[in-house]
């Protein structure tokens, strides 16, 4: 699999291959984490989520991990498919302000 | 329907004039927001409702901008004296109580010329 550094703007991964996607953050007090995928033209949508109290949780093909003693959160892909081509955003949101914070995102591009 | 719908999809309009981005959030829904992107960025936080009041504007950019939900569900966003600057996606997104989800509409589009 492919991984990128602590944000690089893009990934470009193989097809079939797994893409991990790294996000920092700057909020101690932050306690609830998201990953987003956009595609062109479209409106955000949810990936996953985790709470601050959780350090691994898995979806369908996507697993997030938090790391909170160096406030870092990463998104795993399985099998990268050409449908994962997209910009992924992670954002995060505190207990007592529930508007989400967005990172800068990532372009991931999927090569056939 | 079963999303949040945004009208209009694209807006063109002139340096000075006057717009409304309309939201219709998912029915139920509490929470309301209001987030803009510039190409390339993230969306950044402008406006929050809870029901009808506005619970939290600070990042709405200055006194140009103003938003309302009158009635706890649809919001409209309104921008007065438009600056080619306001130039950007306007996302709206709604999470039902205590969820901390947001579902997010395609957009508006606005352009200013």
């Known amino acids: 699999g492919e991984s990128v550094g602590l944000h690089l703007p893009t990934l470009s991964v193989q097809e079939g291959d797994n893409s991990i996607i790294n996000c920092a953050y700057s909020?101690?007090?932050?306690?609830?984490f998201i990953w987003y995928k956009q595609e062109s033209g479209k409106g955000p949508q949810f990936i996953i989520d985790i709470r601050s109290n959780m350090d691994k949780r898995q979806g369908q093909r996507v697993t997030v991990l938090l790391n909170k003693t160096v406030k870092h959160l990463s998104l795993q892909i399985a099998a990268t498919q050409p449908g994962d081509s997209a910009v992924y955003f992670c954002a995060e949101s505190s207990f007592n302000d529930y508007k989400l914070s967005f990172g800068a995102g990532t372009t991931v591009t999927v090569r056939a | 329907g079963a999303g949040v719908s945004q009208t209009p999809s694209n807006k063109v309009t002139e340096k000075g004039k006057y717009v409304e981005l309309r939201c219709d959030p998912i029915s139920g829904h509490t929470a309301l927001y209001w987030y803009r992107q510039s190409l390339g960025q993230g969306p950044e936080f402008l406006i929050y409702f809870q029901g009808t009041g506005a619970a939290d504007d600070s990042g709405l950019p200055n006194d140009r901008f103003f938003a309302v939900r009158p009635e706890g569900s649809v919001s409209t966003l309104k921008i007065q004296r438009t600056e080619r600057g306001d130039s950007a996606v306007y996302l709206c997104?709604?999470?039902?109580?205590?969820?901390?989800?947001?579902?997010f509409g395609e957009g508006s589009r606005l352009t200013v010329l």
């Open positions: 997104a709604s999470s039902p109580l205590q969820g901390r989800e947001l579902f």
């Open positions: 909020n101690s007090a932050s306690d609830y």
